[in-house]
T-cell receptor, first 113, second 113 residues
Framework: AQSVTQLGSHVSVSEGALVLLRCNYS??????LFWYVQYPNQGLQLLLK????ATLVKGINGFEAEFKKSETSFHLTKPSAHMSDAAEYFC???????????WGAGTKLIIKP | DVKVTQSSRYLVKRTGEKVFLECVQD?????MFWYRQDPGLGLRLIYF???????EKGDIPEGYSVSREKKERFSLILESASTNQTSMYLC????????????FGPGTRLTVT
């Protein structure tokens, strides 16, 4: 069975610092991988996705993620945090054979001024 | 752009009431989903539908039912609301493609008193 693990329910960084949110998955087949962002009291918005091809994926708002098959990871990064990045971030995986996405538990990103 | 709308952003109901949450998508997507989101528990799938009149139980279907009479509309029904159903409810849709990327509505925050 597939699973997704997000390390750290809360991550705190200073404004201007590097953001790194970790996501590891287990899948027996090449996965499709997603990062979503949720701002307070809103729905989820797709940040970026990996399907096939280039393993470094660029998303909205300056975020990017790298698919590393050998490490079964899809960590999300941003070089310089902004106050507006404060939100909850969810990693999800699909193996393409089911309707559902398997979700991580989410990581709340806190930005310190 | 895909648009998923939910009938209410905030809803307050009394214990024992029948509650209808409506979700409409305008992109002709085959798949639709209802999730609930609670602090520390991430997203949990209640029901999903892969076609009109077709539905499948998710991880936590107890106390809920769904209806999909038209492709664009997916309703979540709480037959007799209870206080433990106080939560954020998120609707999503996805096309029938290999990646199963999901698009979310803004959410309904339901309080049962």
């Amino acid at each position: 069975a597939q699973s997704v693990t997000q390390l750290g329910s809360h991550v705190s960084v200073s404004e201007g610092a590097l953001v790194l949110l970790r996501c590891n998955y287990s899948s027996s087949v090449p996965p499709y991988l997603f990062w979503y962002v949720q701002y307070p009291n809103q729905g989820l918005q797709l940040l970026l996705k990996y399907t096939t091809g280039a393993t470094l994926v660029k998303g909205i708002n300056g975020f990017e993620a790298e698919f590393k098959k050998s490490e079964t990871s899809f960590h999300l990064t941003k070089p310089s945090a902004h106050m507006s990045d404060a939100a909850e971030y969810f990693c999800a995986v699909s193996d393409g054979s089911h309707y559902q996405l398997i979700w991580g538990a989410g990581t709340k990103l806190i930005i310190k001024p | 752009d895909v648009k998923v709308t939910q009938s209410s952003r905030y809803l307050v109901k009394r214990t024992g009431e029948k509650v209808f949450l409506e979700c409409v998508q305008d992109m002709d997507h085959e798949n639709m989903f209802w999730y609930r989101q609670d602090p520390g528990l991430g997203l949990r799938l209640i029901y999903f539908s892969y076609d009109v009149k077709m539905k499948e139980k998710g991880d936590i279907p107890e106390g809920y039912s769904v209806s999909r009479e038209k492709k664009e509309r997916f309703s979540l029904i709480l037959e007799s609301a209870s206080t433990n159903q106080t939560s954020m409810y998120l609707c999503a849709s996805s096309p029938l493609t290999r990646t199963y990327e999901q698009y979310f509505g803004p959410g309904t925050r339901l309080t049962v008193t």
